[in-house]
């Protein structure tokens, strides 16, 4: 029988994670009937929870204990489950963490707005701190988010995007949050400009690494443990490391059979599609890949002095590429 470990970064912060989700249900309520029941069914739905998680561990790492960490770390998962709302609705999705995607059961409209209204709160929460940096910060972050996602559907159904291409989106619309997620947590406890800087590294290493295996389990992951179909990917016409390596470095008979389902954005010749990826090593260069961006995360730490935070930190970097899910 296989025994479930719970691993450190969770651990030690555990206590600290109820108080993000209580003040996360507390600053979502609100008069208006459908965001309740949209925010309400947000939160039930879990997930990783890994961008407050990395908000509490940079603060911890500096030292700092307070409310006020929490509030930060709500507003960051505030931020990221906004864009959530507003992704799936653009990419049409219908299944997420293993359940029906908001837009999918409340619709399109009704995701936007709660997203709208998702992200603003966040806004509150940043003026609380009556720190000009953690503003600067986010706001920078939001808007290089943004631009990421739009690099990303300029994307769509090209089969011409390179890796480099690729790893930009992956810079602005995943690392540039995990890197926010980061500072923010260093300058709630007043860090100097070293230790920001190394924990801001730290995020943004981490976040390419733990993108680049969500798109990796596109092709090797089970739908029910990863809580999406297999092939979503696929099937709105992103090019993603794995499709990419294996256009170019595959037969060209496998290269076109990828060429084409991206071009037309189509499940249909999935399986084919991931023969090919499987066959030519486009999974294990991608995986490669990650745990090359883990390393760095890892190295980015020296920095800090040696402290069960810290080794959490670095459990956390071998996790977001050992995961099946």
């Known amino acids: 029988m296989t025994v479930s470990v719970t691993p450190l970064f969770r651990t030690l912060i555990a206590d ?76 049409e999705s219908d299944l997420r963490r293993g359940r029906a995607t908001a837009n999918a059961l409340f619709g399109n409209a009704a995701s936007v707005l709660v997203g709208d209204f998702l992200y603003t709160r966040a806004f509150q929460l940043m003026v609380s701190t009556h720190n000009m940096r953690v503003l600067e910060v986010m706001a920078e972050a939001t808007n290089i988010i943004a631009e990421g996602e739009v690099l990303q559907l300029l994307n769509i159904g090209n089969a011409d995007v390179d890796e480099a291409a690729y790893m930009q989106v992956i810079e602005y619309k995943t690392a540039k949050l995990f890197e926010a997620a980061c500072r923010v947590g260093a300058l709630v406890a007043g860090a100097d400009a070293q230790i920001e800087r190394a924990l801001a590294d730290f995020g943004r290493h981490l976040g390419t690494a733990f993108q680049i295996i969500d798109d990796v389990l596109d092709y090797s992951g089970d739908a029910d443990t990863i809580g999406k179909s297999l092939g979503d990917d696929l099937a709105e016409g992103k090019p993603t490391l794995p499709l990419i390596y294996t256009m170019q470095s595959g037969t060209a008979e496998q290269s076109a059979c990828v060429r084409e389902a991206i071009a037309h954005a189509s499940r249909n010749r999935f399986h084919e599609v991931l023969a090919a990826v499987q066959s030519c090593g ?40 050992d995961r099946q899910s």
């Open 16 to 91: 600290d994670m109820q108080a993000v989700d209580r003040v996360i249900r507390s600053r979502l309520h609100s008069e208006v009937v459908l965001i309740r029941q949209v925010a309400e069914y947000i939160i039930s739905a879990g997930g990783k929870r890994l961008r407050p998680i990395l908000t509490l561990l940079s603060g911890k790492a500096c030292g700092y204990e307070g409310a006020l960490l929490h509030e930060q770390a709500a507003m960051v998962e505030c931020i990221h489950t906004s864009t959530l709302l507003h992704d799936d609705v653009v990419d």
């Open 282 to 321: 486009a999974l294990d260069y991608a995986h490669a890949t990650a745990v090359k961006a883990a390393q760095r995360a890892i190295s980015a730490l020296a920095p800090l002095p040696d402290t069960d935070i810290k080794q959490a930190m670095i459990e956390l970097a071998e996790f977001s590429v």
